[in-house]
């Protein structure tokens, strides 16, 4: 089966630097997600690994490892508005897995505060 | 370009009845899946569409469906409404046309069930 763990709360301070782990197994792999969702909205793409190593984009960084089941997303010099739940979702390759069908961690709620 | 769109935004059901969901994907994807979110379980996949055909289902009961039409728009319906339904119900989109597929939420049909 496919198992997607990541901490259920973390807290930080504005300005800061937050690292929010995931550990996955699946029993396959053709991709990791980090999707970021406000309360009460609908959870919008933060970035996307398929090769190891880290992929960067402005304040948001993930970083992938495949043979250790692991990537984390990191978010430099916090915002309040980075207050939100942020998912690890992974898509799978073998028989079953399509284009849509994403295995969703529970959710890291991040709290900033100022 | 307009968002994933999903309407109704809220409705409140008693046990035992029926609804139906509905959803229209960024124009141009032709891929629309469904997902349940509730606090406990997280986002769980609840089935997938692709020109007008289901290409893949979440381990759900019978009573959830779906369909697609031939504008890519879609529905889910939910026959005899348990109270363990309650969720936020999300839509995605996503284009087959390569990049990294990511999913397009829409902002959910929030269902209570009474």
């Known amino acids: 089966g496919q198992n997607i763990d990541q901490p259920t709360e973390m807290t930080a301070t504005e300005g800061a630097i937050v690292q929010i782990n995931c550990t996955y197994q699946?029993?396959?792999?053709?991709?990791l997600f980090w999707y970021q969702q406000h309360a009460g909205e609908a959870p919008t793409f933060l970035s996307y690994?398929?090769?190891?190593g880290l992929e960067e984009k402005g304040r948001f960084s993930s970083f992938l490892s495949r043979s250790k089941g692991y990537s984390y997303l990191l978010l430099k010099e916090l915002q309040m508005k980075d207050s939100a739940s942020y998912l690890c979702?992974?898509?799978?390759?073998?028989?079953?897995?399509?284009?849509?069908?994403?295995?969703f961690g529970r959710g890291t709620q991040l709290t900033v505060w100022p | 370009k307009a968002g994933v769109t999903q309407t109704p935004r809220y409705l409140i059901k008693t046990r035992g009845q029926q609804v139906t969901l509905s959803c229209s994907p960024i124009?141009?994807?032709?891929?629309v899946s469904w997902y349940q979110q509730t606090p406990g379980q997280g986002l769980q996949f609840l089935f997938e569409?692709?020109?007008?055909?289901?290409?893949n289902k979440g381990n759900f009961p019978g009573r959830f469906s779906g369909r697609q039409f031939s504008n890519s728009r879609s529905e889910m319906n939910v026959s005899t409404l348990e109270l363990g339904d309650s969720a936020l119900y999300l839509c995605?989109?996503?284009?087959?046309?390569?990049?990294?597929?990511?999913?397009?939420f829409g902002e959910g049909s929030r269902l209570t069930v009474l």
């Open positions: 995605a989109s996503s284009s087959n046309r390569g990049g990294t597929g990511e999913l397009f």
């Open positions: 699946t029993s396959g792999f053709n991709g």
């Open positions: 690994n398929v090769l190891d």
């Open positions: 979702a992974v898509r799978d390759v073998n028989r079953g897995s399509t284009l849509g069908r994403l295995y």
């Open positions: 124009s141009g994807h032709r891929s």
């Open positions: 569409y692709f020109s007008e055909t289901q290409r």
